[in-house]
């Protein structure tokens, strides 16, 4: 069983910046890859960023440029580094572990385990 624990939401006013972070247990996470969705209020939950192990990374268009995405391996850690924040980021934003350590993918059923999820609110 894995678990993933996300914090660093927040309230930040547009053009700032919020650094999300999000734990994981299990043995397994230095091969894994992890990814970042964001689901806002009415909406669909969709990609935002996810990393590799070897680490390669890839990016929604909508955030291309101003999040990246990283990896502490010895911490079990994934991070998401959210700079230039806009109000349409608002969004409650949810880490998840893929189900294929070897490739990146931007659909939410090639995820099998997923955080709570913690609250990202940008104000104009």
């Known amino acids: 069983q894995v678990q993933l624990v996300e914090s660093g939401g927040g309230l930040v006013q547009a053009g700032g910046s919020l650094r999300l972070s999000c734990v994981a247990s299990g043995r397994t996470f230095s091969i894994s890859t992890m990814g970042w969705f964001r689901q806002a209020p009415g909406k669909e939950r969709e990609f935002v960023a996810a990393i590799s192990w070897s680490p390669s990374t890839y990016y929604s268009d909508s955030v291309k440029g101003r999040f990246t995405i990283s990896r502490d391996n010895a911490k079990n850690t994934v991070y998401l580094q959210m700079n230039s924040l806009k109000p349409e980021d608002t969004a409650v934003y949810y880490c998840?572990?893929?189900?294929?350590?070897?490739?990146?993918?931007?659909?939410?059923?090639?995820?099998?385990?997923w955080g709570q999820g913690t609250q990202v609110t940008v104000s104009s």
């Open positions: 998840a572990r893929g189900r294929h350590w070897n490739r990146i993918s931007t659909m939410r059923d090639e995820y099998d385990y």
